[in-house]
């Protein structure tokens, strides 16, 4: 990721969280001059505020704890006058964007060192390699599902399956939901998406991709392709790519889609072998990394083309969703 996306991004932070405040103060001075109780009340804390710094400046205790007593008293007073109004939301607090951040793009660990909070970082990451891959989830979630372009019919010689299309993609939506539902659980497995093209294999990433970022963590998409060209460039110095590597491995959320589209080489292979293998070894820590993978190729192909160290990493470590049925796209045009 680029300084200047960087930097574009934080001149739009510091604006957003301006307007917020700036916002939040005009509101709260309209809701106070409209109630002149709570306009007094206000002014009375305000200067007995400032009688308390005067009496700790001249050394009076005895005021100052006098000024305290009745600093409280008003408090409760005032609170309890709130309590019997209605305050609008914009007037209770700033409304950030994220609150997490509250617009400042940075949050402080408990060790006090800021970093950058998951929405400048997924911000970057949707700029500097999602881009278009993943930016349109607002029509492509769950509440787009569209089951009736999956058939009833149940055909064992043509789909090799005991289950209508339409029961298998149910079945594999309930997979996604409970991957999303329990992502911070070690024990859920990562999705292998496997099925010929146009059977709603990206969207159903797509579904998932919605769901996690509203959950606050990030997401990154790549293509096996730009995703292992990137690494072998970087490993061979022809390009400054150490933070996408990094990003690879510690995004929250990786969807690799088209495996089995790459040139392949044994380079790449342990590549990606090294990229699956150490997003699995997160599962035992306390940061929790999830993979979605997303293939045309069978399982049988996956064991011939990758070999028995990827294979049984997929096979142990990954829900086997097996996508089936007739090209849904195709039946979109004609709806």
Known sequence: MSNSTLNSLLKEYEKKKSKAEFNFENAKREFYDSHKDLSDLNAMLNSVALDISKAILHNDFDLVTSLKEKFENLKIEKNKLLENLSIPIEAREPLYECPICRDTGYVTLDNNASTL??????KMFDIDFNKSNIGNLEKENFDNFDLSLYSDNTDVNKYNAKVSPKQNILNIKDIAIGFIENFNNPNEKNLLFTG????GKTFLSNCIAKEVLSSKKTVLYQTSPIMLDSIIDYRFGKSDLKEV?????????????DLGAETLNSLKLTELFNVINARLLYQNNDKIKKTIISTNLNMNNLFETYGERIFSRLASYYNICRFFGDDIRIKKISK
């Open 245 to 257: 590597y990094d990003n690879i491995i510690n995004v929250d959320l990786l969807i690799i889609d």
């Open 196 to 199: 010929n093209t146009g059977l």
């Open 117 to 122: 909070c998951n929405c400048i970082k997924q």
